[in-house]
């Protein structure tokens, strides 16, 4: 694939990337259209404090979304993407899988989108940085 298109879905992915942590962190979260994930939160960590929480995990997720964009350290970032996805989303499998839009199968989409974050930065950015020292 020639290097324009290489850097230019790679741009696009990190974007998409950005936008969904943004849109669960701000959306989701902060602004609370989505009260399911306030009541996630009180599942998992209990009652008190659950909006504290559910607000403090999405102003990580804005967080998130600005050090993506930002590509800092962006294999680092992926990793801590990758790495916090799983962790929510199995505990979400385990604890609440009836508050989860899709139910068990959230998962899928889990892994899509940590397939998704991988392929953008160990393979797509890999290429990008090979074709460029060349």
């Given at each position: 694939m020639p290097a324009i298109k290489l850097r230019t879905l790679h741009k696009t992915l990190t974007l998409l990337?950005?936008?969904?942590?943004?849109?669960?962190?701000?959306?989701?979260?902060?602004?609370?259209?989505?009260?399911?994930?306030?009541?996630?939160?009180?599942?998992?960590?209990?009652?008190?404090?659950?909006?504290?929480?559910?607000?403090?995990?999405?102003?990580?997720?804005?967080?998130?979304?600005?050090?993506i964009l930002t590509k800092f350290k962006s294999k680092l970032n992926a990793i801590v993407q990758i790495i916090t996805v799983a962790t929510m989303n199995t505990l979400e499998f385990i604890f609440?899988?009836?508050?989860?839009?899709?139910?068990?199968?959230?998962?899928?989409?889990?892994?899509?989108f940590i397939s998704l974050v991988y392929y953008n930065e160990f393979i797509l950015n890999k290429k990008l940085n090979q074709q460029s020292t060349q």
């Open positions: 990337i950005a936008t969904v942590w943004l849109i669960n962190g701000l959306a989701c979260k902060v602004l609370n259209l989505v009260p399911r994930h306030e009541q996630i939160v009180a599942s998992i960590l209990g009652d008190e404090n659950s909006r504290l929480f559910t607000v403090l995990i999405g102003l990580s997720e804005i967080i998130m979304a600005i050090w609440v899988p009836e508050l989860l839009l899709w139910g068990r199968f959230n998962i899928i989409f889990a892994f899509i």
